[in-house]
T-cell receptor, first 115, second 117 residues
């Protein structure tokens, strides 16, 4: 039973370059979340989708960040242009609507370093 | 403005003793609370949850207590084991009502637990 799959696991890029992070949610889950983890801010929600539609993107730091979900099994988070302060671990997560509660399942994360 | 606060960034306990991790929240609309555990280089994994209709939920060595009037919850691990060493995140959400959005989880910054042999 595959969990949330993210790629790449690690990325090192130069400032100004475009970065694309990818995510495959758990099959059957209709919610997808992008989180960012930093030492200073902990786990922050960037954006989440329901049935491929973005519901809340208020956590996206600025216009350099964009996310898409073209179908139920794939999502991307893009940073263009990247900056050193974007260095963090980016987690994708998914969940299914239940009658009670909200348990989110995380991928292993994409470790981004912008130099 | 943090809605979920874990005021202790780290905690160290001896193997076999009790670990108590604390979490406070400010949003009175939160009705569902979860704890996640995170090992280095891995994603957070769900550990245990509790809803507002309960004040205690137990799963093996892990017990979560909820005090709604104080807007406080805690995770107890008894007995603590070296394998419990990880970062523990507290999270909260509003119960989805019929026809409403499921919303999302709001996480605290985490507490790093070290269990020493």
């Amino acid at each position: 039973d595959a969990g949330v799959i993210q790629s790449p696991r690690h990325e090192v890029t130069e400032m100004g370059q475009e970065v694309t992070l990818r995510c495959k949610p758990i099959s059957g889950h209709d919610y997808l979340f992008w989180y960012r983890q930093t030492m200073m801010r902990g786990l922050e929600l960037l954006i989440y989708f329901n049935n491929n539609v973005p519901i809340d993107d208020s956590g996206m730091p600025e216009d350099r960040f964009s996310a898409k979900m073209p179908n139920a099994s794939f999502s991307t988070l893009k940073i263009q242009p990247s900056e050193p302060r974007d260095s963090a671990v980016y987690f994708c997560a998914s969940s299914a609507r239940t009658g009670f509660g909200n348990t989110i399942y995380f991928g292993e994360g994409s470790w981004l370093t912008v130099v | 403005d943090q809605q979920v606060k874990q005021n202790s960034p780290s905690l160290s306990v001896q193997e076999g003793r009790i670990s108590i991790l604390n979490c406070d929240y400010t949003n009175s609309m939160f009705d569902y609370f979860l704890w996640y555990k995170k090992y280095p280089a891995e994603g957070p994994t769900f550990l245990i949850s509790i809803s507002s209709i309960k004040d205690k939920n137990e799963d093996g060595r892990f017990t979560v207590f909820l005090n709604k009037s104080a807007k406080h919850l805690s995770l107890h691990i008894v007995p603590s084991q070296p394998g419990d060493s990880a970062v523990y995140f507290c999270a909260a959400s509003e119960i989805p009502y019929y026809g409403g959005s499921q919303g999302n989880l709001i996480f605290g910054k985490g507490t790093k637990l070290s269990v020493k042999p």
